[in-house]
């Protein structure tokens, strides 16, 4: 009888025990993370928080966009360039689009190879940086001439046109050339020289920006050293300006701005890729405000750092002012240009 | 009597056929398998185009320290002195200090190799796979650094547990002697 | 001769993914003034392919030895030695992949997808054992395969599990079979390998949950006789049923039964089968009229789970990837969610347009109701020959193992008296030599 009792006793534990490991072992097939949807349970030492720190005061954000962006018809896009006429001239896939303002296709014109900057005078004339060459078109779009290629390391990044001279940024040599207008080098401006206390372009990206500034003095981008450098044309560096920082007062990155403007009076619109935003400095490189920041700039998205390398090649966005103080964005992820004007105070 | 007998030839014919089908089924699928089949085997890659550096490969692989980590392709790398992948977004200084390094785990090395260039390279044998480096140098530098299956270690399971865990679809089956998807360097 | 551990990746030669086709243009690198050479990336060697030839030849050596142990030798001892044998070689040092488990995934992806192949190794650890079975019985399951060997290696009280709970229960393994083969099919997923309860133990590492999931099975299996193999093992209802129609099989005793009932109680994975009685006139006269009417019953079951199985495809079709990040795409499209996923960020990232991504889901879920009914229309099957086969009476003379659920353990022979006797003259014969 007692022994009968104990075989009971070890059948009930028995089922007891296979019972419990059986809804264990389904508790837990069902907590299986096999498709990833609990994420990686990494720590937070692990997260990249630059959203985080790139958060700025909205009250700082002094600009608002007008007007639907206008298409630039590239798939694409990589420079804007406003000329005296009310004209976009815009660089992208194997041509340049002329823009009329609302956006009206004006005319095209076809090139053999990727364009990367462009500049108009104020004759008309169309310069158009090739990867390793300059290419000058007239008011037609007729190729007027080439100028001799560079060599194979070259990579023009940006163009402008002064009154008597052509200014090209050389990315691939991290080089300013000053040329006359009829293609004829002058001078290479920005090269390492201790004498002259000229530390060198660092150039890490294809983006290396400049613009004459209304003083006369040249202004090129140092990238790697993310500020900007005031050059006289006889190529004496005078004074630079900017710091490193993902916060917004600062250049963020290994190497930034991608791209800037000057506006009239002397105050800079510059545009950094990456953690994309676009700010204003005054004249002196005090920091101002903000133009649009991530939120605004990058469609859909809250502030976010780009996830692949296409999305941040793609993410130097061209900036451009008219003499009204207007400011065009070249969105080269959507590919097109977007109209920013300042708010009005009160 | 005859009946019966009937019957259980009849059986036997009919286990017998069914029995020859099963070898001709076994042998016909495994003849189709193998008339498709290129002598290859299959290993586990990320696609670096792919990826978005969720951190998943840090907890997801059936090995305690993950089979991914990270690589540097060395002629995609700017050697940029201010280098969002091995600096902390907001550094203290610029100089190697564990303080001003991204990394959570000490991973990279920084090297001087002339002004104003410096060296980065991975410790293989520190580095967890979570991608916090491959976030900060595709966002604001070149993307020469990604992550890869490392198979050395990845014992290579025939559903990888990472590659169902992936967000972004980028692991797929290389065959074996193409084992890296390493990012091309169209200039070198 | 140490073989060289790196490989130096030339960059230029191995690496097709590109750049170029995306049409950018790559930046240059820095030039530098000092002699630094810029480094050359390595990238550890994968092991060499050989080691999945030694066991593919290690499988068919094991598969031949099991055969003859099992049903020439009849030695429990020495099939438990080989057993513990191919826990240690295909376990704990080949880490339990490849395994004919999961090969039966792999067979299936060969066969729907173009871009894939089967490598030759897994081909053979898939064929083998079923070609073992047609011929032998599951002389695999018995002595070879490490995950029967692991749980068989934990089995030490036994207790019996009805008939109807056994039967039920198995239709797990049909079910997991079914899914295991369309999520391959679909590219979905491999989720027989994903969820292996005991592939964890023999790496000595995995996810914990799965890791649990294997512990409960072993704890499970110390009373309950191989639950996975039993109740859970897709591979294991395909030999179930190539193994009804084996040339050769296991026998409880070695010559004639006699009836002595003694092996009764013996076999722990409820195998044997007592030998039948006749129907009863009036008894017989019902089964027939149930048989009619399971017979008619079996289109209505195979059409009710087709349709069933149909009706599930969007739930079916949520194991792909891609339809999930289609799903939440479209979720958060609608600002029907709040926020995003890694998913929903990458997908953004990649550039490619929701419509192309929702076209591809409609594509899939059409692919998976396709496949869902074709799984539903099986399980139908399944449960209409499981009923078919109950109503079913075979005429049995002896006490005989059921050659579909017989484990080829060979724990029944020494239960045998006709066994003793064989064994006896066994040594008497060594001992007239």
């Given at each position: 009888m007692t022994?009968?009792?104990?075989?009971?006793?070890?059948?009930?534990?028995?089922?007891?025990?296979?019972?419990?490991?059986?809804?264990?072992?389904?508790?837990?097939?069902?907590?299986?993370?096999?498709?990833?949807?609990?994420?990686?349970?990494?720590?937070?030492?692990?997260?990249?928080?630059?959203?985080?720190?790139?958060?700025?005061?909205?009250?700082?954000?002094?600009?608002?966009?007008?007007?639907?962006?206008?298409?630039?018809?590239?798939?694409?896009?990589?420079?804007?360039?406003?000329?005296?006429?009310?004209?976009?001239?815009?660089?992208?896939?194997?041509?340049?689009?002329?823009?009329?303002?609302?956006?009206?296709?004006?005319?095209?014109?076809?090139?053999?190879?990727?364009?990367?900057?462009?500049?108009?005078?104020?004759?008309?004339?169309?310069?158009?940086?090739?990867?390793?060459?300059?290419?000058?078109?007239?008011?037609?779009?007729?190729?007027?001439?080439?100028?001799?290629?560079?060599?194979?390391?070259?990579?023009?990044?940006?163009?402008?046109?002064?009154?008597?001279?052509v200014f090209v940024a050389d990315a691939g040599h991290a080089v300013v050339l000053r040329y006359d207008k009829t293609g004829q080098l002058i001078r290479r401006i920005g090269e390492k020289d201790p004498d002259r206390d000229i530390p060198g372009f660092i150039v890490p990206s294809p983006y290396f920006d400049l613009a004459v500034a209304p003083d006369g003095l040249l202004r090129v981008v140092n990238p790697g050293r993310t500020r900007i450098e005031a050059?006289?044309?006889?190529?004496?560096?005078?004074?630079?300006?900017?710091?490193?920082?993902?916060?917004?007062?600062?250049?963020?990155?290994?190497?930034?701005?991608?791209?800037?403007?000057?506006?009239?009076?002397?105050?800079?619109?510059?545009?950094?890729?990456?953690?994309?935003?676009?700010?204003?400095?005054?004249?002196?490189?005090?920091?101002?405000?903000?133009?649009?920041?991530?939120?605004?700039?990058?469609?859909?998205?809250?502030?976010?750092?780009?996830?692949?390398?296409?999305?941040?090649?793609?993410?130097?966005?061209?900036?451009?002012?008219?003499?009204?103080?207007?400011?065009?964005?070249?969105?080269?992820?959507?590919?097109?240009?977007?109209?920013?004007?300042?708010?009005?105070?009160? | 009597?005859?009946?019966?007998?009937?019957?259980?030839?009849?059986?036997?014919?009919?286990?017998?056929?069914?029995?020859?089908?099963?070898?001709?089924?076994?042998?016909?699928?495994?003849?189709?398998?193998?008339?498709?089949?290129?002598?290859?085997?299959?290993?586990?890659?990320?696609?670096?185009?792919?990826?978005?550096?969720?951190?998943?490969?840090?907890?997801?692989?059936?090995?305690?320290?993950?089979?991914?980590?990270?690589?540097?392709?060395?002629?995609?790398?700017?050697?940029?002195?201010?280098?969002?992948?091995?600096?902390?977004?907001?550094?203290?200084?610029?100089?190697?200090?564990?303080?001003?390094?991204?990394?959570?785990?000490?991973?990279?090395?920084?090297?001087?190799?002339?002004?104003?260039?410096?060296?980065?390279s991975i410790s293989k044998s520190l580095c967890n796979g979570c991608g916090k480096c491959v976030k900060g140098c595709n966002a604001f530098g070149n993307g020469s650094l990604f992550l890869q299956v490392q198979h050395d270690r990845c014992v290579n399971c025939n559903q990888c547990a990472i590659a169902a865990a992936c967000p972004s679809q980028a692991f797929r089956r290389v065959p074996a002697d193409q084992p890296y998807l390493l990012k091309s360097v169209d200039h070198v | 001769m140490v073989r060289p551990r790196l490989i130096l990746v030339a960059l230029a030669a191995l690496l097709v993914v590109g750049v170029a086709a995306l049409g950018l243009e790559r930046f240059p690198p820095p030039e530098f003034e000092t002699d630094y050479v810029r480094p050359t990336t390595t990238a550890p060697n994968p092991p060499q392919g050989l080691w999945e030839y030694v066991d593919a030849g290690v499988l068919a050596v094991t598969l031949v030895l099991a055969t003859v142990l099992i049903l020439r030798t009849r030695n429990r001892k020495l099939i438990f030695a080989l057993m513990l044998f191919c826990l240690a070689y295909f376990g704990f040092f080949r880490n339990g992949c490849v395994c004919p488990i999961g090969a039966v995934q792999n067979v299936t992806l060969t066969i729907f997808d173009p871009?894939?192949?089967?490598?030759?190794?897994?081909?053979?650890?898939?064929?083998?054992?079923?070609?073992?079975?047609?011929?032998?019985?599951?002389?695999?399951?018995?002595?070879?395969?490490?995950?029967?060997a692991i749980q068989d290696a934990v089995l030490i009280h036994p207790v019996r599990v009805p008939r109807w709970l056994e039967s039920g229960l198995r239709l797990i393994a049909y079910l997991y079979l079914g899914a295991g083969v369309l999520f391959a099919a679909m590219g979905a997923m491999f989720v027989i390998c994903r969820y292996d309860p005991f592939v964890g133990f023999f790496r000595l590492s995995g996810n914990w949950e799965m890791l649990v999931v294997g512990a409960c099975l072993l704890l499970i299996g110390m009373f309950v006789g191989r639950p996975y193999c039993r109740f859970l093992c897709p591979y294991g209802v395909i030999?179930?049923?190539?193994?009804?129609?084996?040339?050769?099989?296991?026998?409880?005793?070695?010559?004639?039964?006699?009836?002595?009932?003694?092996?009764?109680?013996?076999?722990?994975?409820?195998?044997?089968?007592?030998?039948?009685?006749?129907?009863?006139?009036?008894?017989?006269?019902?089964?027939?009229?149930?048989?009619?009417?399971?017979?008619?019953?079996?289109?209505?079951?195979?059409g009710a789970g087709g349709w069933a199985g149909y009706e599930l495809r969007q739930w079916l079709a949520m194991v792909h990837p891609e339809v999930r990040l289609a799903q939440r795409i479209y979720l958060e499209e609608n600002a029907l969610v709040e926020g995003t996923i890694d998913a929903s960020d990458a997908f953004r990232a990649l550039g490619r347009s929701s419509d192309e991504l929702y076209a591809a889901a409609t594509q899939l879920r059409d692919r998976f109701g396709i496949g869902g009914a074709l799984l539903g229309a099986f399980v139908g099957c399944v449960i209409g020959g499981k009923l078919l086969s109950l109503s079913v009476k075979r005429r049995r003379t002896d006490y005989e193992p059921d050659p579909a659920s017989c484990l080829a353990c060979g724990r029944c022979y020494r239960y045998c008296p006709k066994e003793h006797e064989r064994l006896k003259r066994g040594r008497e014969g060594l001992v007239r030599h």
């Open positions: 022994q009968r009792q104990g075989k009971m006793d070890s059948g009930v534990i028995i089922t007891v025990l296979i019972c419990t490991a059986l809804l264990v072992a389904i508790g837990a097939v069902l907590l299986v993370d096999a498709t990833g949807r609990r994420g990686s349970g990494l720590s937070r030492v692990y997260e990249l928080d630059a959203v985080r720190l790139a958060s700025f005061d909205p009250n700082l954000i002094l600009y608002h966009e007008v007007g639907p962006p206008i298409a630039t018809g590239f798939e694409r896009s990589r420079a804007l360039a406003l000329g005296a006429n009310g004209r976009f001239y815009i660089a992208g896939d194997k041509a340049v689009h002329v823009l009329r303002d609302k956006g009206t296709l004006e005319q095209v014109i076809r090139l053999a190879s990727e364009p990367h900057c462009v500049a108009v005078s104020a004759e008309g004339r169309l310069y158009v940086g090739l990867r390793d060459h300059v290419a000058v078109f007239d008011e037609a779009g007729q190729r007027i001439v080439s100028w001799e290629p560079l060599g194979e390391r070259s990579f023009l990044s940006s163009i402008v046109v002064a009154r008597d001279d050059y006289t044309f006889r190529g004496d560096l005078e004074f630079f300006w900017g710091q490193n920082s993902i916060r917004i007062e600062g250049f963020c990155g290994c190497c930034n701005p991608a791209n800037f403007a000057m506006l009239p009076d002397g105050r800079y619109v510059t545009a950094e890729k990456g953690l994309i935003r676009v700010k204003i400095y005054d004249a002196d490189g005090v920091f101002e405000g903000v133009v649009a920041g991530p939120d605004e700039l990058v469609v859909g998205g809250a502030a976010r750092v780009f996830l692949s390398v296409e999305d941040a090649e793609a993410s130097g966005f061209d900036v451009a002012v008219d003499p009204d103080g207007r400011i065009f964005v070249l969105d080269t992820i959507e590919n097109t240009v977007r109209l920013f004007v300042e708010r009005e105070k009160g | 009597m005859p009946q019966r007998n009937d019957d259980v030839t009849r059986r036997r014919l009919l286990r017998d056929g069914l029995w020859g089908a099963c070898l001709a089924g076994i042998g016909g699928v495994a003849g189709f398998a193998a008339h498709k089949g290129q002598k290859v085997d299959w290993l586990w890659q990320i696609d670096p185009y792919k990826c978005i550096a969720c951190g998943n490969c840090a907890t997801h692989c059936v090995l305690e320290e993950s089979a991914v980590k990270c690589t540097h392709v060395y002629g995609i790398c700017g050697y940029c002195e201010i280098c969002f992948g091995f600096f902390d977004p907001e550094p203290l200084a610029i100089n190697e200090g564990a303080e001003n390094q991204m990394c959570p785990t000490g991973a990279i090395e920084r090297k001087f190799v002339e002004e104003p260039y410096y060296e980065y | 871009g894939y192949a089967i490598p030759l190794a897994v081909l053979v650890f898939f064929a083998l054992p079923l070609v073992f079975t047609l011929f032998f019985g599951r002389v695999f399951c018995g002595a070879v395969c490490p995950l029967g030999l179930r049923q190539l193994s009804r129609l084996s040339r050769w099989r296991v026998t409880i005793t070695p010559t004639d039964c006699i009836q002595c009932h003694l092996c009764e109680d013996a076999c722990p994975f409820g195998a044997i089968r007592k030998p039948t009685e006749p129907w009863p006139n009036k008894e017989y006269q019902v089964a027939r009229r149930r048989l009619a009417f399971l017979l008619v019953l079996l289109p209505v079951l195979i």
